[in-house]
């Protein structure tokens, strides 16, 4: 792969689209407001199995229940090349900041205060294995020495599943391959590579299918035909109503022309 190399995962039979999903969600409680839940139906509120209270979902609504955790990236390591060397991977230019700023934000602690006691109150998905302010957090030293993903509502992985997808076989950046690495400066050298994900998202309930895409980018960007053909759709569309609009036009001139000889004579 030469250029730019990045990393995407894909589903196939999702339907983000459909419009009671695509409208749960709540604006104001991802910029930071948790009580705010408005628009989340079904998921506003749920009870909180640790202490039996209904308290509002955080984050809420099907979309960030729905979160995509199906890959957990530990290596991705070139086997031909001596000595064995394993691209790093980096979230840099994924998403611009002022889109993470404008949008997202995490409630701020008072003083002396963690994350987690700034969410206390709320409760996590049902579908959550991990409450939201733990979201992102290392788990180790080996996490911790990789990029920041951001954590809580400002993680770039859940920013990015928030983004609706207009078909139902899509696919969403996951990560890129840091070319200021010595070995990957100028792609993504052939050879045979290990990467190790982990099962987290079946999608036997719902009869699709997932994917894990490697590709490089040209001049043009990164190839997504799905969205190439709707744009060529949609520009072959117009442009045969335009022909047709200039036809209408030119027949009533013609018309009109022919009445006024008409009536010359």
């Known amino acids: 792969f030469q250029g730019p190399v990045r990393i995407y995962y894909g589903l196939e039979g999702f339907y983000q689209n459909n419009l009671d999903y695509a409208k749960s969600r709540s604006e104001n409680q991802l910029h930071g407001k948790l009580t705010d839940t408005e628009g989340c139906e079904p998921l506003e509120t749920r009870i909180d199995p640790n202490d039996g209270i ?35 991977l980096s979230l840099r230019g994924i998403i611009s900041d002022f889109v993470v700023r404008k949008k997202y934000a995490n409630p701020l602690p008072k003083e002396n205060e963690t994350l987690c006691d700034a969410f206390k109150g709320t409760v996590r998905p049902p579908w959550w294995t991990r409450d939201v302010c733990q979201l992102g957090a290392p788990l180790n030293a080996e996490d911790a020495a990789r990029d920041s993903v951001g954590i809580g509502l400002e993680n770039i992985d859940l920013i990015i599943w928030m983004r609706v997808a207009a078909l139902p076989k899509f696919r969403k950046i996951y990560r890129i391959v840091d070319d200021e690495h010595d070995d990957y400066t100028e ?46 759709a949609v520009g072959a569309f117009l442009l045969l109503i335009s022909a047709l609009f200039l036809l209408m036009c030119l027949r009533m001139r013609f018309l009109e022309r022919v009445r006024v000889e008409a009536q010359m004579q």
Do not use: D, Q
């Not at 991705?76 to 691209?87: D, G, K, Q, R």
């Not at 998202?201 to 001049?219: A, D, I, L, N, R």
């Open 54 to 88: 209904e308290k509002p979902i955080a984050p809420c609504g099907s979309i960030a229940n729905s979160l995509f955790n199906g890959i957990f990236l530990k290596e991705f390591c070139a086997h031909s090349m001596l000595p064995e060397t394993c691209a790093l």
């Open 187 to 232: 792609g993504l050298p052939a050879g045979n590579y290990t990467l190790r994900i982990g099962y987290n998202y079946p999608t036997s309930t719902w009869h699709g299918k997932k994917f894990f895409y490697v590709t490089s980018e040209s001049w043009a960007g990164g190839r997504h035909f799905p969205l190439a053909i709707a744009y060529l």
